[in-house]
Each structure stands twice: as C-alpha cells, then as structure tokens.
C-alpha cells in the first residue's frame, strides 16, 4: 500500500467528488489533509467524518476566483508545517451552445477550472509554502474527446493538459513534480447532475463503450496517491489517462 505518513497535502474541491474521496484516500495513508472548498458546509462534514477516524483535516473555506488564493496557503502553514503536495480537484462543467455562451460564462469556467490551478502551482512553489513535492491536477479526457455545447469546459482542460508539462520543466529545479489525470467517466455528482437528456445518453453511451465501465472516486483517488508518492519519483510532466479502456 502507498505509504504518506508525514505528507501534508493541500486539495482543492475537498468537499465532495473526487476531492472528498482523495482527501479520505490520502488520510488513511497517513497524510495530513488542507481542504479548500467554497462549500463551508461540506468541508465542515468532512471535518467532521476526519475527526470520528482520527485523521488531520483543516478545512479553508476559499473561492478559487479570488485574486488572494496566499491567505489560504498563509492558514495551510500556520501550524509552521510546510506542504508536500498539491492536489487541484475544485473545477465546474458548463453545457451551453454558442449561441448563448456569454464571454463570463466563458471567463468564469476558465477561471476556477484553469487558472486557478496555475495560481495554486505558482503559490505551491513558493518556498515558504513547500520544499519541493508533487502537483496532480484533475483534467479529463473530454479534452481528447471534443463534443457540442461544452466548449468552455473542454477548452479549460485542454489549456491545463498544455500547462502541465511547461510547469513541470520550469519547477523541476525546485524538487517539484507536475502530473495531470484524465479521467474517463466517473461516477460522481458532477455527471449525474448533468442539464439535458442528450449529455446524459451520451455519458451512457460512453459508459457502455469503456472496457471496466464507470470508475469511481476511489480509482482516482489511488492515482493521485501513486503520484504523491516517492514511487512515482520519476514521472513528471506527464498526463495520465484513467479512463477504463474507453479507447481501446
């Protein structure tokens, strides 16, 4: 099994999904947790559920839109703890046709899906935040696979899918390494709420064509872990599917 006992990782989007069930993973390997989430409420739950198992978990209530994203970082190394890992789970979806997407929308996506993570890099490498460690963001492969009605949320995908690897070359000399995941279908909420009949007949039809089906949380999450960890040492700048064999 992974082995973080010692590692104090920060994960945006800790409140639910994917993030919620990495937080859970990560902690029951030993690290200690920092949640960012605008949900206070949901943080406050898994604060909560962290609290009943024995695990670390400092919950930061944080819009991943403000232009002050230190102040969280600032509260994640109060205790004098620096951060070895990063995870950028946080993002939204957006169905819309081109006739209605409005340049906020398109602005609004971008920003907590993209831009906020290369903030959250830029923090992270600071070095009164972190000695080195390791960044994992959350892409997906929509990013590879182009659709009607979801430009803003592909292209954000696309754009970090591209950043990954410029971060990884440009902070290797600082000890960090930057991955990303694509994830094929996974079931969380962000899927099940989807808007139209069409996007869920299709996220059907994906499921059907993917050789393990649907992943859970947790198949992520252990891919995060992997990355975290000092078993992935040498493996930077690289995004890895984790799609179930929905291409083969």
Avoid: W
Avoid at 4 to 26: D, E, F, P, V, W
Avoid at 83 to 99: E, N, Q
Avoid at 129 to 148: H, N, T
């Amino acid at each position: 099994m992974i082995e973080l006992a010692g590692r104090k990782i920060l994960i945006t989007g800790a409140a639910s999904g994917i993030g919620k069930a990495t937080a859970h993973y990560l902690a029951e390997r030993g690290a200690s947790i920092v949640g960012l989430d605008l949900n206070a409420v949901g943080l406050k739950k898994v604060e909560e559920e962290f609290a009943l198992n024995g695990y670390s978990f400092l919950g930061i209530e944080a819009n991943l839109q403000s232009d002050n994203l230190e102040e969280a970082f600032m509260t994640a190394v109060d205790d004098g703890i620096k951060l070895t890992g990063l995870v950028h789970c946080a993002g939204i979806s957006s169905i819309v046709p081109l006739k209605s997407l409005s340049r906020d929308r398109l602005h609004t996506v971008m920003d907590i899906n993209f831009y906020s993570f290369v903030e959250l890099t830029r923090l992270y490498s600071k070095k009164k935040y972190s000695d080195g460690g390791s960044i994992v963001s959350i892409s997906s492969l929509a990013a590879q696979l182009p659709r009607a009605y979801e430009l803003p949320y592909i292209a954000s995908k696309a754009a970090m899918n591209a950043a990954i690897p410029c971060l990884a070359i440009e902070l290797a000399s600082k000890g960090v390494r930057v991955n990303g995941i694509m994830p094929g279908v996974v079931d969380t909420g962000m899927i099940t709420a989807q808007q139209t009949d069409a996007q869920k007949q299709f996220i059907e039809n994906m499921t059907r064509k993917t050789l393990l089906g649907a992943a859970l949380p947790t198949d992520i999450a252990s891919v995060i872990a992997f990355l975290l960890s000092d078993e992935s040492r040498m493996i930077t700048g690289r995004i890895i599917p984790v799609d179930g064999g929905m291409f083969l």
